[in-house]
């Protein structure tokens, strides 16, 4: 039970000191002096004020202003503990095939992923929030046998899209192409790495059953090391404070492309996918254009957040269903994992007593035929499978995802920290990294139609600090991120990355390349080419004691 009252109770009961987000850090509660605005990173209604272990676990005062304490603490409990998949069960449904188990094999301490380390890539390891991201070069698009967020998982007998064992992640030292190269010029030392990941086809499931072809002809699932497609790895969102920035207005949001469209101070302009002349609703996904700019995601591909982040993970990593999604989540094509398990002997065999789990005859007779391989196609490719998860389940689940607080600024008095502050505009880090933005009225919405209105928190016309233009950029690294084009990360609460999930690196920048916030600033300008190039080149060239305040800032909000 993650309710701050409640939590305070307890340890206070117990004698422990806690550590509050109060100006000089020390043990205490909210202080009552008057404070400058970005100490409340979330605004009065989206600010918690631990910077304990628990920091990211927090409800909002949104949450108690609502009345909905008892709901947020129920679907803590959903993304908290893992699915079964025996789908009678407690949290049941897990599968037939998924990424991880729960919310926190993937957000530790509801933080971003922990790093990843040298080896094999163990997707079982609670914690690694880093994913598996396969796509074409020739056209950066997903490939079509595996989902966008590729499952690593099977529940028997069905069998997992890629074995996570016969993948394995070296990290490499990466000298940058630009002059910003170590060490600084007062001769203090840095190193850029990143992670090179293999994907060898025996790892790939419809390889090893004889697919070898795509859909169009490419032939290259059999050529995957030497020339056929690209894996790198992706990192998991912090999903505290995600509610405050879905209730950014859309009109905000499109005033921020039109402004730094009309600026032109970015090296490689707006993504046209979002911006082109003017603004663009589509972008590069089709999921419900109508409902304005995306917002979530490196690659911006979803939003509101009700059609979003955690609305959206709840069901594709477990593939657990639920009266809006009756569906499973397979592969980008649809029906390619859904034809090779078909035939797949094992699977056939063991199929009957699976589905008997599932469902029974009378309630779904075409999954009992006496042609195996159809009924085996057919369940895998339904649009109206039984339902795992429940409304009211999903309505706690998602109180809890909206209702998730963003600590407060820490050590806000401290000089370093002030200084940091000061150069964090001068540099022009607070172009992309914009401080705050204030939001409207908060009529949230849902595609879906699930959500009417009044079930979940709310943050009305608050000003809060994200540190995000909430626009892609391109950083041009080495080995970079599908389509080169990231959403600027919100820098709010990265500081307490570590302490929430006991990380032994910082985990910056979108695939944890990034250990500490020197090399995260550096990777900035690895090229000429970056967008944010000249920030990086005047980071570079300050004294050490400044670098060490802009460093002290970023940690502090």
Known sequence: MKNQTIFLFAALAAGIGLVSCNPSGQPGTEPETDLPEWYYTGGKLGTSFLATSTCFEQPAPAVDEAGKVT??????????????????????????????????????????????????????NLGNGTLLVVYDPADNGYVPWLAGMPQLFGTAPFKAPLDPQKITVTWRTAV???????????????????????????AVYIYNQGYTDDPDGKKKLA????????????????????????????ADIIAQYDKEAADGKLKNGLNPAFYDGGFKESGYYKNDPQWGPKRFTYALTRGPLQDAAGAN?????????????????????????????????????????????????EEHPEWFTDDMEK????????????????????????????????????????PQVLRGKELFSELGCDYCHRPSWTTGPDDYRDPNGFFKGGELPRYPNQKIWPYTDMVQHKLMMKNDIRTGWCRTTPLW???????????ASEARMHDTRARNVIEAIMWHGYSTESDAYYPTEKFYNLPKADRDAVVAFINAI
């Open 71 to 124: 709901l947020f603490n129920q679907g803590d409990q959903i993304a908290e503990k893992s699915f079964m998949s025996n789908p009678a069960g407690t949290r049941g449904g897990l599968g037939p095939i998924y990424v991880r188990a729960s919310c926190q094999h993937c957000h530790p301490g509801y933080s971003h992923g922990q790093s990843v380390d040298e080896g094999t890539y163990d997707a079982a």
């Open 176 to 202: 940058p192409e630009s002059n910003l190269k170590s060490p600084f010029p007062d001769g203090e030392a840095f190193e850029l790495q990143y992670p090179e990941v293999r994907l060898p086809k025996e």
């Open 223 to 250: 050529l995957l090391q030497s020339e056929g497609y690209v894996t790198v790895l992706e990192n998991t969102i912090g999903i505290y404070g995600t509610g405050l920035l879905d209730a950014i207005t859309d």
């Open 313 to 361: 993970a709840i069901w594709n990593i477990t593939n657990v269903t639920r009266s809006d999604r009756k569906s499973h989540y397979l592969d980008m094509n649809g029906t390619i994992y859904a034809t090779v398990a078909s035939k797949d002997k094992e699977v056939q065999d063991g199929f009957e007593a699976y589905i008997s789990q599932i469902t029974t005859k």
């Open 375 to 414: 009924n085996i196609y057919d369940y895998l490719t339904s649009k109206n499978l039984p339902v795992e998860m429940t409304d009211a389940e999903f309505t706690q689940f998602m109180v809890w995802h909206r209702g998730l607080a963003v600590p407060a600024a820490r050590n806000i008095n401290d």
């Open 493 to 503: 609460g990265r500081g307490l990355h570590r302490k929430a999930t006991g990380d």
